[in-house]
C-alpha cells in the first residue's frame, strides 16, 4: 500500500507561481508513473502532467508554464506552477501508478484569484 501526502496549495494572484509536493510512504520506482491530476467546479477530473523515467507529458493548457519532476531518494514528485491563470482554480490531486494499482493523494486546492 501507498500512501500520498500532498502540500503546497494556496492562494495566489494571476501570473505567479506555486509549488505542489506529494511525498509517498514507501519506494517509487522510476518506472512507475507518478503524476498530477485536477478537477475545477463542475468539471471532470484530468491530466495536467505525469513523469515515468525521463518522460514526461502534460496538458496542453498548462504546456510551457508546469514544470513535472522527481526526488527519486525522498520518494517526492512536485508540480511547479508558473504564470498561473485564474482558469488553472482547482482541487489536485497526486497519482502514483505502481505495481499495476493506482493511488491517489488527498488533493490541494490552488485558487488563482486577484
Known amino acids: 500500500q501507498v500512501q500520498l501526502v500532498e502540500s503546497g496549495g494556496g492562494l495566489v494572484q494571476p501570473g505567479g507561481s506555486l509549488r505542489l509536493s506529494c511525498a509517498a510512504s514507501?519506494?517509487?520506482?522510476?518506472?512507475?508513473?507518478m503524476g498530477w491530476y485536477r478537477q475545477g467546479p463542475g468539471m471532470q477530473r484530468e491530466l495536467v502532467a505525469s513523469i515515468r523515467s525521463v518522460s514526461t507529458n502534460y496538458a496542453d493548457s498548462v504546456k510551457g508554464r508546469f514544470t513535472i519532476s522527481r526526488d527519486y531518494a525522498k520518494n517526492t514528485v512536485y508540480l511547479q506552477m508558473n504564470s498561473l491563470k485564474p482558469e488553472d482554480t482547482a482541487v489536485y490531486y497526486c497519482?502514483?501508478?505502481?505495481?499495476?494499482?493506482?493511488?491517489w493523494g488527498q488533493g490541494t486546492q490552488v485558487t488563482v484569484s486577484s
Open positions: 514507501r519506494t517509487i520506482f522510476s518506472i512507475d508513473t
Open positions: 497519482n502514483v501508478r505502481t505495481s499495476g494499482l493506482d493511488y
